[in-house]
């Protein structure tokens, strides 16, 4: 874009942006953002890249504003402060749980991004209006994360993202569990197979993440598994233990920390264990984090807050 410069701009010693250092950044924070995920069994540094390589490349954008930009001071320092504002303004006001890496690759580098991106349109305009209409962009940029919620983070960095008004998936799970609340009975069978676990506890029973003893034939294109049964559970970073045909898991239920066990024929609920507590960090979302533990008749379960359980299963 390009303007004539008035009379009144030509002494204010306003000269063109120049624009190939953002917009360089710019393109450089795509890939650091997308690229790393396209890669299968990438190196850990390529998925370090990814988490803070867009938030460092902000810090290059703000670096070029105030050193290599060509603005006046006066455009300099407003544009910063205006950065720096919008973007404390906004923790201030996200969800609580974009709070974190939600504001390292996504709110920060959008404010930022947005305000680079204008400044590289408006390069031309020889007046204080390029570093407004910046301002403008950066405010959309750092407002569209109040909008926002999220659940936590995948194994690529991407986040579960959804509106600010919608409810959770963790608050429609209990809202169901309300609606069906049907369980099943433990029967004597089902009691003489916690004495011989298949599966006691986390990565199976020497700890290796191996199955032995049975073959799972990995031609899906010819001949794919059949789903059986499908539930929704409580947010966690759990697996299962296992004793055919009980499933133990640990989950999270609004302020409870459950241990429950599932019937693998139904997936209907056997029972549920409760304490008090909720933990929840922006990185891996609500919920406990680990996996119970068979052991004879008893299933031993540490909760995400230290709660250490011994429960007859």
């Not at 205006?82 to 959008?110: C, F, K, R």
């Not at 640990?250 to 609920?269: I, K």
């Not at 933990?279 to 008893?298: C, I, Y």
Request: aromatic content about 10%.
């Amino acid at each position: 874009m390009s303007e004539q410069p008035s009379s009144e701009d030509q002494g204010t010693g306003l000269k063109p942006l120049r624009t190939w250092i953002p917009l360089l950044m710019l393109l450089m924070m795509v890939v650091a953002r997308y690229v790393p995920s396209a890669v299968q069994d990438g190196p850990a540094m390529l998925w370090m890249l990814a988490a803070f390589g867009p938030l460092l490349l902000c810090l290059g954008i703000v670096l070029w504003w105030l050193t290599l930009s060509r603005a006046t001071w006066g455009e300099r320092l407003l544009g910063l402060f205006a950065i720096v504002g919008l973007g404390a303004a906004t923790v201030a006001t996200v969800d609580p749980s974009m709070h974190g890496p939600a504001m390292m690759i996504l709110t920060i580098p959008m404010g930022v991004g947005a305000f680079a991106i204008a400044l590289c349109v408006m390069s031309r305009v020889r007046s204080t209006r390029r570093t407004w209409v910046a301002i403008v962009f950066a405010l959309l940029g750092f407002g569209f994360s109040t909008l926002l919620q999220a659940g936590g983070m995948r194994g690529d960095f991407s986040m579960e993202l959804d509106w600010r008004w919608n409810s959770t998936p963790e608050q429609r799970f209990l809202a169901s569990r309300q609606a069906n609340s049907s369980s099943t009975e433990l029967t004597m069978e089902d009691a003489v197979a916690l004495a011989d676990p298949q599966w006691p506890g986390f990565r199976g029973p020497q700890r290796d993440g191996v199955q032995r003893g049975s073959l799972i034939d990995a031609r899906w294109d010819a001949n794919p598994p059949q789903e059986q049964w499908r539930i929704q559970v409580g947010p966690a970073w759990s697996s299962f233990a296992v004793a055919e045909p009980l499933l133990m898991t640990q989950e999270q239920r609004g302020e409870l920390e459950a241990v429950v066990c599932y019937d693998a024929r139904s997936g209907q609920e056997v029972w549920a264990r409760t304490v008090e507590s909720r933990f929840f960090d922006p990185l891996g979302g609500p919920g406990p984090r680990a996996t119970p533990t068979l052991s004879g008749d008893s299933v031993f379960a540490l909760g995400a807050e230290g709660w250490l359980q011994r429960i007859d299963a």
